[in-house]
């Protein structure tokens, strides 16, 4: 089993600057994919950014030039630096990993950033 802590929500000025960590526990030898989704009550929960076990890092066009994915693999965590935030950046966000066991999908608890106009 692998388990998930998130850390680095809040609130913050337009403009302004966030970093999320995601520190992960337990079964860590079996992540392959860390990824950060977002969730606004009464949306679906959305993708906002990847990264691979390669390195490689994927986002959602919204984020792109602003957001920036890093994993640390030796400490197991994986990190959102989220710069020239705007309001509609303001929601829960998640940490998943995805096992490379059976692709299993595990998730955080959940932070919630709100970005202040």
């Known amino acids: 089993q692998v388990q998930l802590v998130e850390s680095g929500g809040g609130l913050v000025q337009a403009g302004g600057s966030l970093r999320l960590s995601c520190a992960a526990s337990?079964?860590?030898?079996?992540?392959?994919?860390m990824r950060w989704y977002r969730q606004t009550p009464g949306k679906q929960r959305e993708l906002v950014a990847e990264a691979t076990s390669s390195g490689s890092t994927n986002y959602r066009d919204s984020v792109k030039g602003r957001f920036t994915i890093s994993r640390d693999n030796a400490k197991n965590s994986v990190y959102l630096q989220m710069n020239s935030l705007k309001p509609e950046d303001t929601a829960v966000y998640y940490c998943n990993v995805v096992l490379s066991i059976g692709w299993k999908n595990v998730w955080g608890q959940g932070t919630q950033v709100t970005v202040s106009s």
């Open positions: 337990g079964s860590t030898f079996s992540i392959n994919l």
